[in-house]
């Protein structure tokens, strides 16, 4: 077994620092999307990973759907989005952040420890066009 953290794709490189930046959008109300996940796409460099599932974005209305669908032998352990009018949210001291633990929500409170069920991620009172950031930490269940 051994861990990743997954990039969706295609994405905008945004922040040149220490973290990979990572965005897509924007999105208009109305919209649907599927898009690549990458597992070890180190810089945003999809040729450096490996294709470990789909994510798909709905929006409709005022309100989002976001789902991570992981390839067969995936497991998930922790999951991030970011669903906002900016390029990438905010932290407490109102700058940019590609921080996962910042985003606007989290699975940390869900138990999806080896967990092999698609996660979706409702989001509400939303208007206009939209940014997207999905962050996954996933292990690929070896036997």
Known sequence: MFYDVLLISPAIYVLPTFYAGWTIGTFAPGSSYS??????AGQCDITKGYLAG????????????????????????QA???????????????????????????????DLFFSEEDITFTVRNLSGD??????????????
């Open 80 to 110: 991030h989005l970011y669903v906002g009018s900016s390029v990438l949210p905010t932290n407490k001291k109102g700058k940019f952040t590609v921080t996962p633990g910042q985003y606007t929500i989290s699975s940390g409170d869900k």
């Open 54 to 77: 789909t994510f798909e974005f709905d929006y409709y209305g005022t309100t989002a759907e976001a789902t991570f669908i992981f390839a067969e032998g995936y497991r998930w352990e």
């Open 130 to 143: 939209v940014y997207v950031i999905g962050h996954a930490v996933s292990c690929k269940y070896v036997m």
């Open 35 to 40: 898009f690549a996940i990458y597992a070890a």
